[in-house]
Nanobody, 121 residues
Framework: VQLQASGGGLVQPGGSLRLSCVAS????????MGWFRQAPGKAREGVSC????????YYADSVKGRFTISRDNAKNTVYLQMNSLEPEDTAVYYC???????????????WGQGTQVTVSS
C-alpha cells in the first residue's frame, strides 16, 4: 500500500498549483481521501477530504473557495487544485486514506510522503 504525492513547488502569491496523489496496492474507490499540510513549527492540519461513499467534499475554512479536491478512480488518483495561493499556504502537503469522512489526521491509516509547497515572491 503506497501513496505518492507530487506537484508541489515554488509559486508566487496569487498563483496556482495542482497536487496529485497516486495510490498503488489498493483501490481509492474504497477510501475517503484527504489532503493535509504541516508548516514548520505547526501541527498537521486537515485541508480537504473527499468521501468514498458519495464524493462529498469538505474543506478547511482557510482554503474554501480557493482549493478544490477531486478524484479519478480510473487513474487511482486524487487531486488538490490550489488557486489564489497565499504565503500562509506554505507547508508540506500530504495525502492520506481512511475509511470515514473526516479531516482529523489521527483517523487516517495510510499516508504519502509529502510534497513541499512554497508561496513566496
Amino acid at each position: 500500500v503506497q501513496l505518492q504525492a507530487s506537484g508541489g513547488g515554488l509559486v508566487q502569491p496569487g498563483g496556482s498549483l495542482r497536487l496529485s496523489c497516486v495510490a498503488s496496492g489498493f483501490s481509492l474507490d474504497y477510501f475517503t481521501m484527504g489532503w493535509f499540510r504541516q508548516a514548520p513549527g505547526k501541527a498537521r492540519e486537515g485541508v480537504s477530504c473527499i468521501d468514498k461513499s458519495d464524493g462529498s467534499t469538505y474543506y478547511a475554512d482557510s482554503v474554501k473557495g480557493r482549493f478544490t479536491i477531486s478524484r479519478d478512480n480510473a487513474k487511482n488518483t486524487v487531486y488538490l487544485q490550489m488557486n489564489s495561493l497565499e504565503p500562509e499556504d506554505t507547508a508540506v502537503y500530504y495525502c492520506a486514506a481512511t475509511n470515514i469522512a473526516t479531516m482529523t489526521p489521527d483517523w487516517y491509516d495510510y499516508w504519502g510522503q509529502g510534497t513541499q509547497v512554497t508561496v513566496s515572491s
